[in-house]
């Protein structure tokens, strides 16, 4: 292990941080059999720590315990909720650094994009702690003068979070922040390859005054978790963030006891450049969408849809953009592009990148893995890339940029809609008519006009198509976590 890796690791033992069991009604557990699962830096292959292999019995025990707080909590009121969130906020902040050390350490990212997590996963907090207090009813015109009608929204109940690896904090705190808000309680299921964020952000949730059992945390095998939040009628949601498959089979295990879901999903964005563009601000952008998290994104440009008259010029610009990017362990200062999460993930960009030359691609830059070993991949660009590719049909999720050229707009967002994804789109373009236009036309729930990094903790964020139900984020998101309760108030005459 690296002096770097050993000295982070001693630092989040001291600040008690690195949690390495998980959490249920409040108390630190081990699997009930003694199973383990390693979690690994992806960019070393060392053993951070060892975490309980958790399934059935773990899961309904962490149910149980949501269950019983669920009618506590919600009885709190919106101020005392929002306060103990506010309360979590701050912690996370002050523990920043070391919060990005861990997410570093057990996903590889740079530790500058970490840090930027920690500060995106933190302000839903802060947001929901405000929005906490915004649950507002209606009062309704009746229709008869002895009556009177109005619209209760009440928490939905014990809410089951199942989220990623690419983003450890943000896609916990993006569900955990409004569920808590309005009075639900969660069981969190983070992925087996980056619990350690999921663990400490619980430990701070604690001694934020979050009350033990609102918000557990059980990880391991991943069926029997995922079937014992399904099968459960105590159990009233469902809300996940991964690949559209898997969000399929919840959709479909959740109709038996029919709870509400929220799905986020996989896309295939297109970042459509116009030859109007402003090229130091497509490439910017381009570079942001794509690269980012070494393309480990949802969001991510998957295609880059170039007009012709602009192509050879952006390609050459993107290009030198795209070779001073430094490849290398997170940990190193300077450092921009960290390696794939497991050799699973270099194989799939492999796969995709054979698949597009051997149908004309050509490799501009990159198309192979990384002179760093273990799941390093070079940054890659790829020129004259078709719709019929792998590349330009499905999600690569690594670090690689197809570049697709197009005559007109019409063509362009013909090609950009041809899937059945639909999260976000990225155009370029100094014309603000067609800014409209064709953020209209594209079928997706995000879209970017010049810009490259568009999530918010304001805004809503979601899909369409395949990408998805639902919305996280903003004013919006909270009603995910809520029910509607109609009440007739009748013979107030009498």
């Known amino acids: 292990m690296s002096t770097d890796a050993q000295a982070a690791i001693a630092r989040l033992r001291d600040s008690g941080l690195l949690k390495s069991k998980g959490l249920v009604g409040g108390k630190w557990v081990d699997s009930y059999d003694g199973k383990t699962v390693q979690v690994q830096n992806p960019a070393t292959g060392d053993v951070i720590a060892n975490v309980p292999c958790m399934g059935k019995r773990e899961t309904d025990d962490a149910i149980s315990s949501a269950y019983n707080t669920f009618y506590s909590w919600s009885k709190r009121t919106a101020s005392e909720r929002s306060k103990c969130l506010r309360k979590w906020y701050d912690l996370i902040v002050s523990h920043k650094e070391d919060l990005a050390l ?26 929901f702690a405000e929005e906490a207090k915004r649950i507002y009813g209606d009062i309704i015109p009746p ?12 928490p939905v109940g014990v809410v089951g979070a199942i989220t990623p690896w690419n983003f450890p904090l943000a896609m916990i705190t993006r569900k955990v922040g409004p569920a808590l808000a309005c009075g639900c309680t969660v069981i969190v299921k983070p992925s087996e390859y980056t619990p350690l964020t999921a663990l400490a952000a619980a430990d701070l949730a604690l001694q934020a005054g979050i009350p033990p059992g609102a918000l557990n945390v059980v990880m391991g095998n991943a069926p029997d978790i995922g079937d014992s939040l399904l099968q459960s009628t105590q159990v009233r949601k469902i809300t996940f963030t991964g690949s559209t498959a898997v969000g399929k089979k919840l959709m479909a295990g959740s109709a038996n006891t029919v709870k509400k879901v929220s799905l986020e999903l996989g896309g295939n964005a297109p970042c459509i450049v116009f030859d109007d563009a402003d090229l130091d601000v497509a490439v910017k952008g381009s570079l942001a969408a794509k690269f980012r998290n070494s393309g480990q994104t949802c969001v991510c440009a998957n295609r880059i849809l170039v007009q012709e008259g602009i192509y050879d010029e952006f390609a050459n610009a993107l290009t030198k953009a795209v070779q001073n990017l430094q490849v290398g362990n997170g940990l190193v200062e300077g450092v921009v592009q960290g390696p794939l999460i497991n050799e699973a993930a270099v194989e799939k960009v492999e796969k995709f990148v054979n698949d597009a030359t051997s149908k004309g691609a050509n490799v501009i830059l990159g198309g192979k893995r990384h002179s760093l070993g273990m799941t390093f991949y070079e940054p890659t660009i790829l020129g004259n890339v078709n719709s019929e590719m792998l590349v330009s049909r499905e999600e690569v999720f690594g670090p690689v940029a197809p570049l697709l050229p197009f005559k007109t707009e019409e063509e362009a967002i013909k090609i950009a809609n041809d899937t059945n994804a639909g999260l976000a789109a990225y155009i370029f373009t100094k014309s603000i008519p067609r800014s409209w236009r064709v953020s209209e036309a594209l079928e997706y729930g995000l879209v970017g006009v010049n810009e490259g990094l568009i999530s918010t903790e304001v805004a809503p964020f979601g899909g369409a198509k395949q990408s998805g139900l639902g919305r996280e984020g903003s004013k919006y998101g909270i009603d995910e976590y809520l029910e509607l309760k109609y009440v007739c108030m009748g013979n107030l005459e009498a």
């Open 102 to 127: 861990l997410i570093t350490l057990e996903q590889g990212k740079p530790l500058k994009e970490a840090l930027g997590e920690v500060s995106y996963g933190a302000a839903f907090i802060e947001f």
């Open 143 to 154: 229709t008869s003068s002895d009556r009177r009608l109005f619209v209760l929204k009440q």
